[in-house]
């Protein structure tokens, strides 16, 4: 591959777009390096499916469709996944989608949005049926001070043995209550390629040597980003959110990046806006089809 192309004075709009970038980035990634990992684009969509269960490996993103075209090409894409016995994936809609009405179209064809899928999946991400908020960060700016206002005993690892992969998940799970099978899928990719190995980087967070946080750092598209940031409730108010989603992109600010971003949660946007995080004004759903 290529060297990538470092953001370094990005616009408001390039920044905007960066947080669905890295994103796909990451499929990219994910869906070349894993087993029987397959992606299909066109000028319509792109589709990639792989083989661990959460529906992160598995989805539908950059879709630009005609009005009159997008129920046929959601009912094929369906019997896309369907042939592949996938149990779940995720539609991904941001800024660039189109028709604007896709969302409302998607849920007529039995999807969740967001809200619901907290209700039916995910009951620790809450998030509203307008999406997750896109936000980016100068990495310069930053505030470090944070690293030195958590409690004693606190220590941040970036995972090298099976045994802290297990951690991750533990606390992934936990916090976000969300299925076993959704955190071992990350367990599954990563012992897949190797521990070290993977494009991206998982930490765990411990106090007084139980795990207490997660988060997980992928660059591409030109900056960094940082999803499954989870901190379990006992371990909130404390600094160790700010800190466990801090340190990983303090990394990538060493390796030349330039520009964070993520998509949060409505409980987390507080925390990255404390760190330096801005709104962007775009905003990220997702929507979840099951095989019945």
Partial sequence: MP???????????ELANAVEENLFALFHAMTGLLPGGEIAETAQLSR????????????????????????????????????????????????GTTPADLGARLQA???????????????????????????????????ASVLDKTPPGFLIKEVSSERELYDFKKVFVETYEIPDWAGQAWVDATLSLGLGSTPWRIYVGYLDGAPVA?????????????????????????????????KPLLAARDLGYRYGVLFSTEMGQPVYERLGFRLTGARLNRYLWRNA
């Fill in 109 to 143: 064809h039995g999807l969740l949005d967001m809200a619901e899928q907290q209700q039916a999946l995910a009951a620790g991400i809450h998030q509203t049926e307008a999406g997750a908020p896109g936000m980016a960060a100068n990495l310069a700016q930053l505030d």
């Fill in 3 to 13: 060297p990538e192309t470092i953001l370094t004075t990005p616009t408001p709009t």
């Fill in 48 to 95: 990639h499916h792989t083989f661990p269960t959460n529906p992160m490996f598995k989805g539908v993103w950059r879709a630009r469709l005609a009005g009159d075209q997008a129920d046929a090409v959601i009912d094929e894409t369906i019997a896309w996944f369907k042939e592949r016995n996938a149990p779940y994936f995720f539609w991904w809609t941001g800024p």
């Fill in 214 to 246: 997660t988060n997980m750092l992928f660059n591409g598209a030109g900056v960094a980003s940082v999803y499954a940031v989870a901190t379990l409730p006992a371990a909130q108010r404390k600094g160790i959110g700010a800190a466990i989603t801090l």
